[in-house]
């Protein structure tokens, strides 16, 4: 089993910043691909970012592309999501995730946080 724990999350205005953290306890870190989904009310969870295992390879939903990192420190068993320029649309629930594939979709990650609230207000 692989425990993952996000923080991070909480309420900015538009325009602002934040942060989010998801440290993996319990499985080899460096042997999972990483992502980021999120989960806004009343929709269903969608992909944000992922990174490859040693971190060189990284992918991003269209909406995040210019706006959002994805990195991770391997030695501190920790992946990072950056995100700036935050918007409404950006409020969400949103979720870590590993996988021993490199993947997009939610049905290949087998190892799940419990989710960090990101609220954007206008």
């Known amino acids: 089993q692989m425990q993952l724990v996000e923080s991070g999350g909480g309420l900015v205005q538009a325009g602002g910043s934040l942060r989010l953290s998801c440290k993996a306890s319990g499985r080899t870190f460096m042997s999972y691909v990483m992502g980021w989904f999120r989960q806004a009310p009343g929709k269903g969870r969608e992909f944000v970012a992922r990174i490859s295992k040693g971190g060189t390879s990284k992918s991003y939903t269209d909406s995040a592309k210019g706006r959002f990192t994805i990195s991770r420190d391997n030695a501190e068993n920790t992946v990072y999501l950056q995100m700036n320029s935050l918007k409404p649309e950006d409020t969400a629930v949103y979720y870590c995730?590993?996988?021993?594939?490199?993947?997009?979709?939610?049905?290949?990650?087998?190892?799940w946080g419990q989710g960090t609230q990101v609220t954007v207000s206008s």
């Open positions: 995730a590993a996988s021993q594939r490199t993947a997009t979709t939610d049905s290949s990650y087998d190892y």
